[in-house]
């Protein structure tokens, strides 16, 4: 089987000969067993497109974050199908699905997952790290993320000394610093105050129409779900609406 495409293989906004990056069919997630198990999904079909901004909404257990976790390649269903860049998630090895992780996809999480000591461009260069980048071009292009979200000035300074808004900015720069073909985010702007989230939106957004990177984004916040070109509403675990969005 042939290695599955990257970021690093084809860059965020290059046209793809299909449209879907990720394509779930029947994704079910059960925890526990017996009377006492909890299906979290119960069969959900979904396509993510290259380009798109996708909010996943519903209720506090509708199976939102489960939802992207999967899709993320962060935990495995327990019935469905998954099929990540053309790939079947169900064949790919170990090293394969962390590649994918750390390449092609960028997370941005409500808890901002830090190294608490470390510096700002430390944090950022993380996933270069990882993948094995030469220390000069980790700091180059850790340089250039943290300029692109009006960070730089803060690249010396420990990540715990941060502002809220700017932790997650920290994060955002982080997460695309691969240059990843889908950003997930789970309640990027819930700890923030409604001006510092809004900036944090039009980050996110602007990501979007200048990288073309894909936004998918777990969120109860309406307003922020109707900026995307497309809602998901989940409710125990069953799509219960799909609507196009802005």
Do not use: W
């Amino acid at each position: 089987m042939s290695e599955p495409r990257t970021a690093a293989a084809v860059p965020a906004g290059t046209a793809l000969t299909t449209q879907t990056l990720i394509a779930a069919r029947g994704l079910k997630k059960t925890y526990g067993s017996g009377p006492a198990a909890f299906h979290a999904l119960r069969g959900v079909d979904l396509d993510v497109r290259q380009g798109e901004t996708l909010a996943i909404v519903g209720k506090s257990g509708s199976g939102k974050s489960t939802l992207m976790h999967l899709l993320a390649l962060l935990d495995s269903p327990s019935a469905g199908t998954l099929e990540v860049m053309g790939q079947d998630a169900r064949t790919l090895k170990p090293a394969q699905v962390n590649d994918i992780r750390n390449s092609a996809f960028g997370f941005v999480f409500q808890q901002f997952f830090m190294i608490p000591n470390a510096s700002v461009l430390e944090n950022v260069e993380l996933p270069l790290k990882i993948g094995g980048v030469p220390a000069h071009d980790r700091r180059r292009k850790a340089l250039a993320v943290l300029e692109q979200v009006e960070m730089a000035d803060k690249a010396n300074n420990r990540a715990t000394d941060l502002s809220g808004g700017q932790k997650q900015r920290m994060v955002i720069a982080r997460a695309i610093v691969n240059e990843p073909r889908v950003v997930f985010a789970d309640e990027p702007t819930g700890n923030l105050d409604t001006a510092t989230g809004q900036v944090i939106e039009d980050l996110l957004f602007g990501l979007n129409e200048s990288a073309g990177i894909t936004l998918v984004i777990v969120t109860h916040d309406e307003d922020l779900a109707a900026r995307c070109s497309r809602q998901l509403s989940l409710r125990d675990g069953l799509v219960v609406a799909q609507e196009a969005g802005a």
